[in-house]
């Protein structure tokens, strides 16, 4: 009952920016934690960023942590992710993931129970 949608996806140089957004609507306040994953080519779908809805903690994949910063807007009913200093290992599809359990383990897939339809984010070298 949670739909998500992505968007801000693109080509961008190495060392560039990207601000991607998720917009949720239904019934957001059954959310917990909101998940960026990514899945690049031939790779499994990897964890990136978290928050959760109430209190706003953020967690990150050592990868990204430090470049990337998830951020969340109650009132929208959106979550951000900002990348920053991209490089080609970047370059994934990106996904937008609601938890509807309070504790789970946050960087598995399996935890989360809707998801966008996944938005380009391409680096090139």
């Known amino acids: 009952q949670v739909q998500l949608v992505e968007s801000g996806g693109g080509l961008v140089q190495a060392g560039g920016s990207l601000r991607l957004s998720c917009a949720a609507s239904?019934?957001?306040?059954?959310?917990?934690?909101m998940g960026w994953f990514r899945q690049a080519a031939g790779k499994e779908r990897e964890f990136v960023a978290a928050?959760?809805?109430?209190?706003?903690?953020?967690f990150y994949a050592d990868s990204v942590k430090g470049r990337f910063t998830i951020s969340k807007d109650n009132a929208k009913n959106a979550v951000y992710l900002q990348m920053n200093s991209l490089n080609s290992e970047d370059t994934a599809v990106y996904y937008c993931?609601?938890?509807?359990?309070?504790?789970?383990?946050?960087?598995?897939?399996?935890?989360?129970?809707?998801w966008g339809q996944g938005t380009q984010v391409t680096v090139s070298s």
């Open positions: 993931a609601a938890a509807f359990r309070p504790t789970i383990t946050i960087t598995r897939a399996d935890n989360y129970g809707a």
């Open positions: 239904g019934r957001t306040f059954s959310s917990y934690v």
């Open positions: 928050i959760k809805w109430l209190g706003g903690s953020r």
